[in-house]
């Protein structure tokens, strides 16, 4: 074991050595008795119930190391989703107390503990931390708790976890492409995208939004965006993927400039219009799609690919 930590219960009637690992809280079968206040036979059986029914993977919940004192034979230790999943079953006040004080601890770790070991964590890639987020999302997702501003944190770190990963790797330049993505069903061709864009001068026109120049096209310089995104090498596409394609065609018309005025407009426009023909969700609202397309128009050129890395992480799921 890496380190062990003490938890006192609120009343001081409970006093536990917390097992202290990379991935988590660890408690031996004895030690949840006595947290929870109850017969061991009691958590026994608790136990046999989860793993039968699947609901707390067997496979991966506990595992055997000594205790802190040398002299007690080794016992098996239970992790903290088994733990909380236990503590939702009988849902007691001990139950409720520590579920507060792991919680705390957790979500300190997730925020401190790897702002200050990311060298760390770019070497094992971002799976650690989403594990620990995962355990504690399927512990509260069916049984919420109000509480503290401890836990009103924790549910934003919960919410958000996509973002304080890709702000982590974005800081440290570490973004790459995500595994999971989408394989494009057809191209948008130059002709429907030129179509679409007068659509939309016409209607930026009738609010007065747009001046006549929104639009003009500058030798042929979506047509040859168009044609980039779909090339291919060797028979293969050099971009693959819906995400990637959507990622370089909104990145292409603003930093390119191919028309005389509305680039990033016009360029969040294709972007969405692309999307949707593919049916992919763009995961972004209208402040969001602002934002972003600003954070590419003044990027520097030797961030591209930065960019289109932070675009298609955004898309994925």
Known sequence: MSDFLIYHSPDGAIHLDVSMEEDGLWLSETQIATLFQTDASLIANQLSQLFHTQEVDSRIASKSFS???PSTPKETYYNLETILALGFRLNSTPAKDFRKWATTVLSNQ????YSLHTDQLMKKGFSDIDEKVNILRHAFEDHPIDGDISLTALKLILKYA???NLLLAYD???LSLPQSTGKPTFALTYKDAIASIKFLKSDLLSRKE???LFGHE???GLESILHNIEQTFQGQYLYPTIEEKAAHLLYFVIKDHP???GNKRIGCFLFLLYLNLQNAPARLNENGLLALALLIAQS???QKETMIHLVVNILAD
């Open 300 to 302: 520097h050129p030797d």
């Open 67 to 69: 205790p802190p004192n």
């Open 172 to 174: 440290e330049d570490h």
């Open 210 to 212: 747009s001046s006549d």
């Open 259 to 261: 028309f005389t005025d």
């Open 162 to 164: 996509k973002t304080w």
């Open 218 to 220: 500058r030798d042929r």
């Open 110 to 113: 997730l925020v401190n503990g």
